[in-house]
Nanobody, 125 residues
Framework: QVQVVESGGGLVQAGGSLRLSCTVS????????MGWFRQVPGKEREMVLC????????SSAGSVAGRFTISRDNSNNVMYLQMDSLKAEDTAMYYC??????????????????WGQGTQVTVSS
């Protein structure tokens, strides 16, 4: 059984930092592209950053470029999202996702094979 579990969310002041973690079990982690997505109630889910199985990455939302960094540790089946210089508009539920296919992970309407349950990030202004 595949489990995708996010952690690290919380309340932070604008300008602060948080690091999210995504721990995966039940699959061969090093064979999967991974990504972080976020969603605000009433809006579509947005791709934040994705990383391929070997560690390359892409930035999607221009608003996070230079502030957010994605990384992965294939030895420990964990992916991270380092979020610096947080802004109020970064407030959202953040989800981790996994798929063998880079295209499936990164192409709207974003239907990867596995999703986590989400972790809430709230940035106070």
């Amino acid at each position: 059984q595949v489990q995708v579990v996010e952690s690290g969310g919380g309340l932070v002041q604008a300008g602060g930092s948080l690091r999210l973690s995504c721990t995966v079990s039940g699959l061969t982690f090093g064979e999967y592209a991974m990504g972080w997505f976020r969603q605000v109630p009433g809006k579509e889910r947005e791709m934040v950053l994705c990383i391929n199985a070997s560690g390359g990455y892409t930035s999607s939302a221009g608003s996070v470029a230079g502030r957010f960094t994605i990384s992965r540790d294939n030895s420990n089946n964990v992916m991270y999202l380092q979020m610096d210089s947080l802004k109020a508009e970064d407030t959202a539920m953040y989800y981790c996702a996994a798929d063998r296919s880079w295209h499936a992970l990164t192409s709207s309407p974003y239907n990867p094979s596995y999703w986590g349950q989400g972790t809430q990030v709230t940035v106070s202004s």
